[in-house]
T-cell receptor, first 111, second 115 residues
Framework: EDQVTQSPEALRLQEGESSSLNCSYT??????LFWYRQDPGKGPEFLFT???AGEEKEKERLKATLTKKESFLHITAPKPEDSATYLC????????????FGKGTTLSVSS | DTAVSQTPKYLVTQMGNDKSIKCEQN?????MYWYKQDSKKFLKIMFS???????INETVPNRFSPKSPDKAHLNLHINSLELGDSAVYFC??????????????FGPGTRLTVL
């Protein structure tokens, strides 16, 4: 069964304290891995798509990387406005275009 | 410019009622989706429509019926609402169902509460 697991469930950081979020996946055939950000009361907002192992994408303080079994979302020198739930999702060969989501990591950054 | 919009944002109703949630996208996308986010914030696919044809139905009870009058709209009708239907429902859309890796863009969600 296709599965996505994110860790940790919650992460508290001080402003400027860099860290990483993990997304491990077990799928029949990975077609793509997606990172979304979700703020309370809002819909998921697209951040990155990664297609193949070794690929990296960056946006401001965020950098996403992909291996054959997991993806990391690195947050460098976070600010309070980076506080949100970060969702990882995969598209798998057996699931068509539907996204299979992990349960998310809730990040809190305090000043 | 709202890309994917949903109405209503909040819906409170009694058990046994029938309700609908509407979704519209102005991105010109070919495929639209409904996802359910439960109380633990877990998002799960319910339906997908491509050019008004259902292409995914993830073992959702048949009380839920998606209806797509055209490719810019995908409504979700729910019959005989149950307590367990309480959740946030998200609509999403993507460019093309050709087996590609098209990004899905999500609406703001509809919080359904069944009393």
């Amino acid at each position: 069964e296709d599965q996505v697991t994110q860790s940790p469930e919650a992460l508290r950081l001080q402003e400027g304290e860099s860290s990483s979020l993990n997304c491990s996946y077990t799928v029949s055939g990975l077609r793509g891995l997606f990172w979304y950000r979700q703020d309370p009361g809002k819909g998921p907002e697209f951040l990155f798509t990664l297609y193949s192992a070794g690929e990296e994408k960056e946006k401001e303080r965020l950098k996403a990387t992909l291996t054959k079994k997991e993806s990391f979302l690195h947050i460098t020198a976070p600010k309070p406005e980076d506080s949100a739930t970060y969702l990882c999702a995969v598209q798998a060969d057996q699931a068509g275009t539907a996204l299979i989501f992990g349960k998310g990591t809730t990040l809190s950054v305090s000043s | 410019d709202t890309a994917v919009s949903q109405t209503p944002k909040y819906l409170v109703t009694q058990m046994g009622n029938d309700k609908s949630i509407k979704c519209e996208q102005n991105l010109g996308h070919d495929t639209m989706y409904w996802y359910k986010q439960d109380s633990k914030k877990f998002l799960k696919i319910m339906f997908s429509y491509n050019n008004k044809e259902l292409i995914i139905n993830e073992t959702v009870p048949n009380r839920f019926s998606p209806k797509s009058p055209d490719k810019a709209h995908l409504n979700l009708h729910i019959n005989s609402l149950e307590l367990g239907d309480s959740a946030v429902y998200f609509c999403a859309s993507s460019q093309d169902y050709s087996g590609g890796l098209d990004t899905q863009y999500f609406g703001p969600g509809t919080r359904l509460t069944v009393l």
